[in-house]
């Protein structure tokens, strides 16, 4: 039986965002452009997208007068990825 | 957003998989800590041996040194290194807490030293064991892991001889346990970084 993925992981760049965030405490806006090779730009709205939606943490702060932006994956976050996962199994198995 | 659109589920996953592998790629070089220190406490053991036998008025001096000296140096080093960190790993975490107690432990134990005497550096050894083993198990590298256990050799054998020889057995356990895994630390990172 097929399950609904949920829409708002099943893009490519958020769901590298969250599988990036899903291994570590915390990570920096850069560190997110650098591994997803997305624009600042697109990155900055899907960011927004899933902190909206309570799956991440941002924290904005500043470092030598630069702005300094750090994502975390929130327990909800990590719930929506685990159901994710979940049903992406089923789309995986044989003779589906 | 064409892209999205034909974003299959093939492709979450693959997706996935590359996105948690390269978090954990994201391996941090601390090898300075372990070449600088193990270089340290070799050249402090070794001066202390020498000024020992050449009955030189004050042969601990050498610690007195080069000890503060590298707090200082390791301090700015960290400092100015961890603030560029653009992530933060769970083994990073536990790795803060360690390090406090690996240096509570070894500040105490050095305190102690008067009350302690020839047990002082035996002690010490174990201390570095402790932390040779856990940060060569949280970072998986092995070399750092049988560091630790020839510390704990070396700790066993610094109970049984004299401080001068103490002095002697330090030095191979910090080559062993800290400058040449260090160096092989550094080498892995370098690797990663080529390979990547």
Request: with cysteine; proline share 3%.
């Amino acid at each position: 039986m097929f399950k609904d993925l949920d829409p708002l992981l099943h893009s490519q760049l958020r769901l590298s965002v969250i599988s990036l965030l899903v291994g570590v405490k915390e990570a920096e806006f850069s560190f997110l452009k650098e591994k997803t090779g997305a624009t600042a730009g697109n990155l900055s709205v899907q960011i927004t997208k899933l902190s909206d939606a309570g799956y991440i943490e941002v924290t904005k702060s500043f470092r030598d007068n630069y702005p300094l932006t750090t994502c975390r994956i929130t327990t909800k976050g990590l719930q929506a990825f685990e159901v994710y996962v979940e049903n992406l199994k089923s789309y995986l198995k044989p003779g589906n | 957003m064409e892209n999205e659109k034909t974003f299959t589920e093939n492709d979450s996953l693959e997706v996935i998989s590359k996105m948690i592998k390269t978090a954990q790629q994201n391996f941090k070089d601390d090898s300075f800590y372990y070449i600088f220190w193990g270089w340290m406490v070799f050249i402090a053991a070794i001066a202390n041996y020498i000024l020992l036998m050449t009955s030189y008025s004050s042969p601990t001096i050498t610690w007195a040194i080069l000890m503060p000296l590298g707090g200082i140096i390791s301090g700015v080093y960290s400092y100015r290194h961890e603030r560029g960190q653009k992530v933060t790993t769970y083994t990073d975490e536990i790795m803060k807490y360690v390090v406090i107690a690996f240096l509570g432990s070894l500040f105490t134990t050095l305190l102690m030293m008067s009350k302690l005497g020839t047990a002082t550096y035996p002690i010490v050894l174990l201390i570095y064991a402790i932390w040779l083993f856990v940060s060569g198990g949280a970072i998986k590298f092995k070399p750092l892991v049988i560091g630790g256990i020839i510390n704990w050799i070396a700790a066993v054998v610094c109970f049984y001889v004299n401080y001068e020889q103490q002095l002697l057995v330090i030095s191979l356990a910090v080559l062993t346990g800290y400058i040449i895994p260090g160096h092989m630390l550094k080498a892995r990172y370098q690797k990663m970084q080529t390979g990547k």
